[in-house]
T-cell receptor, first 115, second 114 residues
């Protein structure tokens, strides 16, 4: 069975600085997707970034980038120039490519931004 | 266009009662997913619809849980004879189809069983 592990229950960072959230996963599949979702207090899960496992290039979306290490099964999220609006729960998630793409989530990391 | 909507936003019920949770996906999205978010279990998959059929019900925790989808659009998750351990946030997501498509989530329904 696929599992996703986020080893940092909580993280904090000063506004405008950079923070990295860790995620590791376990799978026997060779093709899959990895995601980072953000969940603010409103509860709505918002997609931050997505990575296809067959792509070697790390995905980037503005201030958000990932470090995808397929052999190590590691998928960390880097947030640059942190902003107060980045404060939220962040979930790492995995989905296989074939069939129903049900997401398997990690336990989440609560990110606090200090002004 | 409008995002995924869910109703009610919050629901308080007594143990043993039945509840219905509703999800309106983004228009045109053929795939629909239900997840449950609880303190003890984290975020877990419940059921997946492609159109009106549910090819994957593997996450439903017991036979008290059922779901249907009509007209390829609205979905209802029904919990019969609710138990306190059913207290959680129930999230719905939809995608254009199930293949290589991003899932967009609704705001969830917070269920509290007293």
């Amino acid at each position: 069975a696929q599992t996703v592990t986020q080893s940092q229950p909580e993280m904090s960072v000063q506004e405008a600085e950079t923070v990295t959230l860790s995620c590791t996963y376990d799978t026997s599949e060779s093709d899959y997707y990895l995601f980072w979702y953000k969940q603010p207090p409103s509860r709505q899960m918002i997609l931050v970034i997505r990575q296809e496992a067959y792509k070697q290039q790390n995905a980037t979306e503005n201030r958000f980038s990932v470090n995808f290490q397929k052999a190590a099964k590691s998928f960390s999220l880097k947030i640059s120039d942190s902003q107060l609006g980045d404060a939220a729960m962040y979930f790492c998630a995995y989905a296989i490519i074939q069939g129903a793409q049900k997401l398997v989530f990690g336990q989440g990391t609560r990110l606090t931004i200090n002004p | 266009g409008a995002g995924v909507s869910q109703s009610p936003s919050n629901k308080v019920t007594e143990k043993g009662k039945d509840v219905e949770l509703r999800c309106d996906p983004i228009s045109g999205h053929t795939a629909l997913y239900w997840y449950r978010q609880s303190l003890g279990q984290g975020l877990e998959f419940l059921i997946y619809f492609q159109g009106n059929s549910a090819p994957d019900k593997s996450g439903l925790p017991s036979d008290r849980f059922s779901a249907e989808r009509t007209g390829g659009s609205v979905s209802t998750l029904t919990i019969q004879r609710t138990q306190q351990e059913d207290s959680a946030v129930y999230l719905c997501a939809s995608s254009r189809d199930s293949y290589q498509e991003t899932q967009y989530f609704g705001p969830g329904t917070r269920l509290l069983v007293l």
